[in-house]
């Protein structure tokens, strides 16, 4: 077992290493399925074998020392040499082989269940959020809320309430599903979509925006005009780029693009039944639905709700829109 114990764990860290070094394209929610898989088998070997084996070896000791002790007791011997403490205790210790594998299963388990079906933690990697959320902020992402959903095959299990206009959300990014992309729900399934001249249209109705202080972007050392949109009933803010033209280059011929139009104004599409129309609230600085096609709904995640940390600026702890 122990040969065999070491051959798992150095696939683990194979894998993670060849992730971390980008060698593979990795899959937490797979290795964290399979982690819990195999810790679970040792966990169930350990409280069904193992475990009765050891305390099985400790009572034959305990009867033998009793008897050993009886024997000389009967022969007028009561003074005995040897302590069988310290054996006991190394006889029921967990070998090395099951601490690192059955012992960690309530943790692993834990935080799969709680990962897969509550809460995902997910750090901000771009700035196509700006200015609801930045770089380095690390959020909640709501997995209930939308439905739960079978871990690593993301097949819905429930049925949930369905995306709005205005909702921040997590999905796998359409063309490689093996990443997850965070943009807001702007179009759902039905709507007719416009993006002309950096003003957003939804089925004819302009959007109402508002002009307030420009945002200061740190990294890039820039101020960029900032309005505040009512998007599904709900107020957020968003950045445009003067410099930035209206026009969408280089669209990707996507699923659904023959819905789509556009022009040097910018883009007019209809969303598809079981699809969703998805942008950046960074908007001339952000790889979206304009550019990549619609998000459908096996892709969902969930929602994002709470900034958790941002080791930069923990100030921004707290909810968002």
Sequence with gaps: MQ?????????FVVYAASWYLGLVDGNF???LFLASVVTGAYWLAERFYFLPRRAAAVRALEASDAKRRADLAGMGISQVDGDIAEAKIKLFMQPWWLDWTAGLFPVIITVFLLRSFLFEPFKIPSGSMIPTLLVGDLILVNKFTYGLRL???NIQLTEGNKPQRGDVMVFRYPPKPSLDYIKRVVGVPGDTVSYMNKRLTINGKVQPTTAVPEFFDEDNMRYFKQYEEVLGGKTHRLLNDDDRPAFVPGADKFAGYEGCSY???GVSCKVPEG?????????DNSMDSRYWGFVPERNIVGKAIFVWMNFSSPKRIGFFN
């Design 29 to 31: 929610a797979l290795l």
């Design 3 to 11: 040969a065999l114990t070491s051959a798992i764990l150095g696939a």
């Design 263 to 265: 022009t040097i104004e």
């Design 275 to 283: 699809q969703y129309f998805m942008m950046g609230d960074n908007r």
């Design 151 to 153: 871990p690593v095959l």
